[in-house]
C-alpha cells in the first residue's frame, strides 16, 4: 500500500508539473490537439499507479515525452502560420447576414437544432439576436450580437426540410396550416433550412440556399 501511494504521488507531481507547463488552455478551451494529449496523459499516468509490476521510469518518461511532443506541436503552431489551421483547424461562420450557411453546418458536422442550442447557451434566444455567430477551432460559439433582441423564446418547427410534431403542437400549427403558409411564399417543407416561431407568432423563415425572412402566423398562445 504505501509503495502505491509513493507511486502515485510521484506521477501526480509529474503530471502538474507538466500540466502547468503546456499554459492555461490545458485547464480552459482546449485545441484538439490539447483534447487528444490530455487524455493520452491521464491513460498513461494510470499505468504504472495501478500496476506496481510496471516501472515507475516507464510512466514518468512516457508523460515527459508528451509533454515534448505538446511543445514541439506548440512552437510549430507558433512559427508556421498554416500549420494552426492543420493542427487547430480554423473558425467557421455559421451564422451571416443573410442567415445560418447551411454547408458551415454540415461542414462542422452539426445540424440546426446543434446551432439553436449553442446559441441559447451563449445568451442568444432567436436566430436573428446576432449579425454574425461562429464556431471557433476549439469548439466554442462567438457572436457579434445585434443591438436590440427579441425577447421572446421561439420554438423549432422545421429543422432541414422536417418538421418538428411536437413544436408544432405546442404552437397550435396544424401540418395543413403549415403547408398552406409555406405555399403563399413559394416554398415547400423540404426546402426549408428553418423555421422558429414564438409565443407572439413571430416567424424566422429560411429556404435553403435563400436569405432569411421575418414573417408572422397565428398561434395557440404564448409560451
Known sequence: MALIF???????????????LMGKSQIGEMQPFEFVITMLIAELACIPMADSSVPLLYGIVSVVTIFIMHQVVWLLDLWFKPMKTVICGKPSIVITREGIDSYQLKKNNLDVADLIESMRAAGYFNLDDVYYGLYEANGSFSALEKEERTPTLPLLIVDGGKADKHNMEIAGI???????FLKERKLKLKKVLVMTVDGNGRVYLQGKGEPYTI???EVKGAW
Do not use: D
Request: proline share 0%.
Open 6 to 20: 509513493i507511486r502515485t504521488a510521484i506521477i501526480f507531481i509529474t503530471l502538474l508539473a507538466c500540466m502547468r
Open 215 to 217: 414573417e408572422h402566423i
Open 174 to 180: 396544424e401540418r395543413e396550416k403549415l403547408e398552406e
